[in-house]
């Protein structure tokens, strides 16, 4: 069985992401979905399983935060953070997370612990990725899906200069200035610009470390 598998969204779902997924016969996402129009696209390819990330709001509140099933023969258990993955993962072969924007990949036992990181907006340097498995015979194989991004490298600005981008980004939103010109001006990510922005005009009345909050940056 072929099974997709991603993450953390947050409202973008890459022409990429989707020629990945073709042929999947179940999508996996670890929550921080954003919209459910991202589970509507998905759901055209294949059945998804999906769980709550701590950015899927008040749309999602049927959304559960984890989910434990059996696919293919294959046991898995789904959370957005790890940490609220059960302590005991002995009786599950898959255990599915996101929330750090980093791919992850490790076995524990007979346990495949798999964080697919994130194919939605572009943080920092990080990669956009996703993972797609062959489960047969209770054998999991993994391949990892890195989608090509055309962003030149960026260091990841500290906390504090993080806040203060975020700050600027708001000030320059308020002056009228949209976001591909701010990154332009700034020589910042343009996804990450956009990504702040739209949390701003969004969320009206929320600060920087509210936005920092939303991005799973606290």
């Known amino acids: ?12 779902l890459r022409p990429e992401v989707l020629s990945a997924l073709e042929g999947c016969e179940a999508i996996l996402h670890g929550g921080d979905i954003n919209r459910q129009e991202i589970i509507d696209e998905l759901s055209k390819l294949a059945p998804v399983y999906v769980v709550r990330g701590n950015n899927d709001r008040e749309w999602a509140e049927a959304i559960p935060l984890w989910l434990d099933f059996t696919l293919a023969g294959i046991r898995v258990v789904m959370a957005h953070k790890k940490k609220d993955l059960p302590a005991d993962l002995s009786g599950y072969d ?30 920092f340097n990080q990669p956009i990725t996703l993972a797609v498995l062959q489960t047969e015979g209770g054998e999991i194989r993994v391949e990892r899906v890195d989608i090509p991004h055309g962003d030149r490298p960026l260091a990841a600005p500290k906390a504090a200069d993080l806040r203060e981008q975020i700050e600027t980004v708001m000030k320059e939103t308020d002056r ?36 920092m909050n939303k991005m799973g940056l606290r």
């Open 176 to 211: 009228g200035r949209g976001p591909g010109e701010i990154a332009r001006r700034h020589g910042w990510d343009g996804e990450l610009v956009l990504q702040i922005a739209r949390l701003y005009v969004t969320h009206p009345g929320v600060t920087a470390e509210g936005i």
């Open 1 to 12: 069985m072929k099974i997709g598998v991603l993450s953390d969204t947050h409202g973008l």
């Open 94 to 123: 898959l255990a599915v997370y996101g929330h750090s924007h980093r791919y992850e990949e490790a076995r524990q036992g007979r346990t495949l612990l798999l964080n697919p990181g994130s194919c939605g907006p572009r943080r």
